[in-house]
Structure formats: C-alpha cells, structure tokens
T-cell receptor, first 115, second 117 residues
Framework: AQTVTQSQPEMSVQEAETVTLSCTYD???????LFWYKQPPSRQMILVIR??????QNATENRFSVNFQKAAKSFSLKISDSQLGDAAMYFC????????????FGEGTQLTVNP | ETGVTQTPRHLVMGMTNKKSLKCEQH?????MYWYKQSAKKPLELMFV???????ENNSVPSRFSPECPNSSHLFLHLHTLQPEDSALYLC????????????????FGPGTRLTVL
C-alpha cells in the first residue's frame, strides 16, 4: 500500500522569500501521479501542481515548482517569491495507476508567511 | 453556484440525532468522494461513487451511510455518531476517464465542520 510522509508539520517563510516543503512516499508501482494540494483557512482544497511519475522533467506552475526524485521517492514543493496568500496547509498526495481514483494524502504542512 | 458546494458548513449534533450532509458538484463530473479530515491526520477516504455506483467503501462504520441519487449530488447520512466522529467532512468530484495512463484531478468542496456532543 502506498504511504505519504510530510516530515514538517509547520514551516514559515518571509514574504518574497523561497520555501521548500518536503514529501516522501512509498509505492511498489512504477506508474503513479503525485500532487500538492493547498488548503487555505477557508478550507477549500485546491490543486497546486501535479507530476506524472513517467515524466523526468519537474513540473512547474508559475511560482510553484517541484523537485521530483523518483529513485529517492521524494517530491518536494518549492514556492518562490512567497506571498501572504500562500499561507495555508499543504498536502502531498499520491495516486497509483492501479488504485482506481484513490488518493493517499500526507499529514500536511502548515505554512505561515510573515510580512 | 460553481465548483463543488457543501451544506451545511457547520453542524453540531448529539449522539442520538440523525442528520445529513449534502454535496453538489456543478462540473459535470462522473465520480464523487467523501473524505474525513481530522486534526493532525491525513485525509481519510471514506466512499467513492462512480457513475452513481459505490465503488469503494473503506471500512467505514455503518453509522455513516452514503447516498448518490445522481451524478451531481452526494449525501452522507449520519446516525448515532460518536464524539470521535467530530471532524471536517470533505466532498470531492472528478471525471474518471476509464483508461490507463489518464487521471483527472479531484475538485474539493469547502467541507462541513461536524461536532458531535
């Protein structure tokens, strides 16, 4: 069974600085998808970025990018030029190709952005 | 209304009450999900409905009873809950394409904060 570990319960960053959130996972499959979701205080969870395991190139979405290390089973999220609106709980998640539509989430990292 | 909506946003109930949570998706998706989010724990998938048929039930106690009357609506009927059932209940929807190598993201609602006294 797949597992996801986020070892940083809380992180903080100064506005305009860069922060990296860690995520490691375990899976026995070679085909899977990885995600970072953001849950702001309003609680609506939204997708930040996704990565297909077969793609070697790291995904990028504006100020958000990932460092995907397949061999190490690591999937960190880098937020550049942090903004106050980035403050939220961030969840890492995995979906294996054979697991239907099941997403397995980590415990989350609470990110605080200091002005 | 757009996206995924959930009502009520907050619910307080006693252990002997019967209540229902409602979820509606306006995205034309064919799959809907119920998750439980407790403090300092990963989101727990409770139920999955695909094309209005329950395809996954993750050992959820029978005091939680889902219902999916059509592809746009999902209910979670609650009966004789326990205080440890207090949590944020999230609904999500997605479009399942049914072919290998494809996956569409899940869109989440704002959740219902449930407190069981």
């Amino acid at each position: 069974a797949q597992t996801v570990t986020q070892s940083q319960p809380e992180m903080s960053v100064q506005e305009a600085e860069t922060v990296t959130l860690s995520c490691t996972y375990d899976t026995s499959e070679s085909d899977y998808y990885l995600f970072w979701y953001k849950q702001p205080p309003s609680r609506q969870m939204i997708l930040v970025i996704r990565q297909e395991a077969y793609k070697q190139q790291n995904a990028t979405e504006n100020r958000f990018s990932v460092n995907f290390q397949k061999a190490a089973k690591s999937f960190s999220l880098k937020i550049s030029d942090s903004q106050l609106g980035d403050a939220a709980m961030y969840f890492c998640a995995i979906k294996e190709e054979t697991s239907g539509s099941r997403l397995t989430f980590g415990e989350g990292t609470q990110l605080t952005v200091n002005p | 209304e757009t996206g995924v909506t959930q009502t009520p946003r907050h619910l307080v109930m006693g252990m002997t009450n019967k209540k229902s949570l409602k979820c509606e998706q306006h995205l034309g998706h064919n799959a809907m999900y119920w998750y439980k989010q407790s403090a300092k724990k990963p989101l727990e998938l409770m139920f999955v409905y695909s094309l209005e048929e329950r395809v996954e039930n993750n050992s959820v106690p029978s005091r939680f009873s889902p219902e999916c009357p059509n592809s746009s609506h999902l209910f979670l009927h609650l009966h004789t809950l326990q205080p440890e059932d207090s949590a944020l209940y999230l609904c999500a929807s997605s479009q399942i394409l049914g072919r290998v190598g494809s996956y569409n993201e899940q869109f989440f609602g704002p959740g219902t904060r449930l407190t069981v006294l």
